[in-house]
């Protein structure tokens, strides 16, 4: 082989090397300017027990899709329907079913249930109280009972604390205990973490919290010898708890999809649920539908 032959043959190899390295940088590029594509703006109101779980994941998300404007907002479940409703956000966050909801029109909005939580309630530590049947949690939110000592706790006057009109902590909470009665009028909060902070330092102070929001400061109380437990709700021995869900109106666009499908996936149902101390769908043993019916899995 002459010296002109070789080098012709050099720079051949040369030639498809450069050719080679070309498609593959172009491949990374296109994988990377695909990954990228994902833009548009996803805005999620309602449901202050949703809201802790729903801004982590989401700020999982838009760490993986940076175009992606992805706001997460409390306001109470009645508003995240009210508002998905009338279009005026991507996803309406709630802790009961659209059904649940008077002037929600249900069959206009599709469900997409992300988690469970547990809610119970809460009393400030002092009150002396660890543990109450059903029928004086009951007598307590509806007025009949208004000293911790007339359920064995401290001689305190009781002060309740309720949340507002709208919220579905409250819906889920009334439906649960008081199974129709009125409640007592009471201070009224708007958010559970604004309930936390009131009853930890209010003496004689009781309502209802997400288990997310349960904090030592706080004393959970036991009901009918039952501990608010994840393992308890996943049984339905502890009747006081719900899905979350986050309604969409029509075909929500791609960017909502995305935030949506992020949701039910395993980093997501595996890791961060359980972390922030709600329950997956997965786990779940029972379902309950909007009348309240549960039956097993």
């Known amino acids: 082989m002459n010296k002109g032959t070789k080098l012709a043959m050099g720079i051949a190899a040369i030639s498809m090397l450069l050719v080679g390295c070309g498609k593959a940088t172009s491949s990374t590029s296109s994988s990377k300017s695909s990954s990228a594509a994902l833009s548009g703006k996803v805005t999620a109101v309602g449901s202050t027990a949703l809201q802790p779980l729903a801004?982590?994941?989401?700020?999982q998300f838009t760490s993986k899709?940076?175009?992606v404007n992805l706001t997460v907002q409390g306001g109470g479940s009645g508003t995240g329907l009210s508002q998905v409703q009338s279009g005026a956000v991507s996803i309406g966050d709630s802790d009961i079913f659209a059904e649940e909801k008077a002037g929600i029109k249900a069959d206009t909005l599709t469900d997409h249930k992300v988690a469970v939580v547990g809610?119970?309630?809460v009393v400030n530590k002092d009150a002396g109280v660890k543990n109450l049947k059903m029928s004086?949690?009951?007598q307590i939110f509806t007025g009949k009972i208004t000293n911790w000592k007339m359920v064995g706790g401290k001689d305190?006057?009781?002060v309740i604390i309720n949340r507002a009109q709208g919220s579905g902590t409250r819906a889920t909470f009334e439906n649960a205990v008081l199974k129709g009665a009125t409640a007592v009028k009471s201070q009224e909060q708007d958010s559970n973490g604004a309930v936390q902070k009131i009853v930890a330092t209010t003496p004689g102070a009781v309502s209802y919290l997400a288990f997310s929001y349960f904090t030592n400061k706080l004393q959970a109380l036991s009901v009918d010898n039952v501990t608010p437990t994840d393992n308890n709700v996943e049984t339905n021995k502890w009747k006081i708890w719900s899905y979350e869900h986050m309604y969409?109106?029509?075909k929500p666009d791609k960017a909502t999809?995305?935030?949506l499908n992020y949701m039910s996936s395993k980093d997501v149902q595996n890791s961060?649920?359980?972390?922030?101390?709600?329950i997956s769908i997965h786990d779940m043993k029972v379902t309950k539908d909007a009348k309240g019916v549960v039956t097993n899995n």
Do not use: E, R
């Open 119 to 121: 809610m119970g309630p």
């Open 156 to 158: 305190q006057k009781i």
């Open 248 to 250: 969409t109106k029509g």
């Open 272 to 278: 961060l649920v359980k972390d922030m101390g709600y």
């Open 136 to 138: 004086q949690l009951k």
């Open 55 to 59: 801004a982590k994941a989401g700020s």
């Open 65 to 67: 899709n940076s175009k």
């Open 257 to 259: 999809a995305a935030f």
